[in-house]
């Protein structure tokens, strides 16, 4: 149970900073080329979102008091990537796509190894989630994340960041 | 029967030294447990006296000496907690009580050496007996309304309800509440006494709809248990007729954090116009200052 708790509430907290990035990325690219890609992928992780909030309710988990912490940090790490042009955006959307799709692969492991029959639906919805986000960070790499300005410290940055928020959250 | 008579005072040693092992899986079915080592249903909560006394089917005599009891350490101390609540108006929360409690069983009086001399350990059952029977409650309402033989409360009403039939457990051992709470609020205690009240409170909320996912789940409970906690004290302080005052001061709170919810959206709503009309008074002053055409 206290497995189950932490993933859902880890799970839920970042798709809700997914969200906000997108968001901020909106906020500054919205109207350029880049607008509609990101949009689209804006939407899929509302999805996400709204299907971890049943989740929490269903499986009766505290979210994680950071929310409103993640709501901003969240917001100011899509609008400044997005404001270093559209190849920043995509290098964030990589980096945060990325660690996204590991932990998600983790928990799986997790589930799996513990009582997949149990958890049946849960990682049939995790498996998909990760399908959902690893395809974000090809179309991020697609969209020529690489060409960003200092990408790979950029991505070093923001993975790091991303690896704090999941510690955080799973407990907090 | 002989062999009963001497067996009594040796239980709590036994329970402990020869079924540790048993005690996690057992935790909450004594008479599953029973069940699945041959004997037939061990009666271990329900009939507490008998036990000791005469022919329990449970034991044909038959059984070796380790066959005895299967009954766990833990459903043991739960028994004997449980018995031992009904002396305690007399006796207070302390090992006095708790003593009693074991002689009630046929035991001696040294089971309540196992038990921790300040009574916290009764306090904390008795808790725990209360939040358990207030989520039963909850559920059979639940299920009343969603077979449609119920009408759905409205939330202000529920949580009245809830908090006062939570409350009311109290009651029985009014005069000695006091104490219990004290006792709840010393160091080694407060971790268990605060995990009980949380669970409770989750509990009222959760049954009473709530589907927040984000800062109101924590906002929500915390009002809810301010609330719960004041109503107490006040409560232990009422000598109205069957706490009348009480009640009412209980619907008062809660009439409050309903206005809460809404005064916090009328603040916003009042700021967002605000700023609008700061903004129309600011475009037109523009407008008459000419600042806004362009020549």
Request: glycine share 6%.
């Amino acid at each position: 149970k206290a497995v189950i708790d932490r993933i859902i509430r880890v799970d839920h907290a970042g798709e809700f900073g997914a969200n906000r990035i997108y968001a901020g990325q909106m906020a500054v690219l919205g109207r350029s080329s880049a607008g509609p890609v990101i949009q689209q992928m804006w939407n899929q992780e509302k999805d996400h979102l709204k299907k971890f909030n049943e989740l929490m309710v269903a499986y009766r988990v505290r979210p994680t008091i950071l929310l409103p912490f993640w709501n901003v940090a969240g917001f100011v790490l899509g609008a400044g990537s997005a404001l270093l042009g559209k190849k920043g955006a995509m290098a964030c959307t990589v980096a945060v796509e990325e660690s996204i799709s590991d932990h998600y692969n983790s928990q799986i492991r997790t589930l799996v190894e513990g009582d997949p029959e149990k958890y049946k639906e849960l990682l049939q919805i995790i498996k998909q989630f990760r399908d959902d986000e690893r395809e974000h960070h090809d179309i991020g790499l697609e969209h020529d994340a690489e060409a960003a300005p200092a990408y790979s410290v950029l991505k070093t940055a923001i993975q790091l960041g991303c690896k704090a928020a999941i510690f955080l959250s799973e407990r907090i | 029967v002989v062999r009963w008579q001497l067996s009594p005072p040796q239980r709590p040693l036994q329970a402990s030294a020869v079924l540790r092992r048993v005690s996690d899986e057992h935790k909450k079915e004594p008479l599953a447990s029973s069940s699945q080592q041959q004997f037939d249903s061990h009666p271990a909560d329900h009939q507490p006296g008998q036990e000791p006394q005469g022919p329990d089917p449970s034991y044909t005599g038959q059984g070796s000496q380790e066959s005895e009891d299967y009954e766990s350490e833990e459903q043991l101390q739960h028994r004997i907690l449980t018995a031992a609540l009904e002396f305690v108006p007399e006796h207070g929360w302390t090992a006095e009580a708790i003593a009693e409690g074991a002689k009630a069983l046929g035991l001696s009086a040294a089971a309540a050496g196992m038990f921790q001399s300040d009574g916290s350990q009764l306090i904390l059952h008795f808790l725990s007996q209360c939040n358990t029977k207030l989520s039963e409650l909850l559920e059979q309402e639940q299920k009343l309304v969603q077979q449609g033989e119920a009408e759905k409360k409205p939330i202000d009403q529920f949580l009245r309800d809830a908090v006062e039939a939570r409350l009311r457990m109290v009651i029985p051992y009014l005069e000695r509440w006091p104490q219990a709470l004290s006792i709840l609020l010393m160091p080694h205690n407060i971790p268990s006494s605060l995990s009980l009240l949380s669970s409770m409170i989750d509990d009222i909320l959760h049954y009473a709809g709530d589907q927040s996912t984000d800062i109101n789940w924590y906002t929500r409970r915390a009002v809810l248990t301010g609330i719960y906690n004041t109503t107490e004290l006040v409560m232990m302080q009422d000598s109205s007729p069957d706490f009348e005052d009480t009640w009412r001061f209980l619907e008062n709170r809660i009439a409050d954090a309903m206005k809460m919810g809404d005064t916090a959206n009328q603040v916003q709503s009042t700021g967002e116009a605000i700023v609008q009309g700061l903004m129309g008074a600011a475009v037109t002053i523009k407008n008459l200052t000419g600042l806004n055409q362009r020549r």
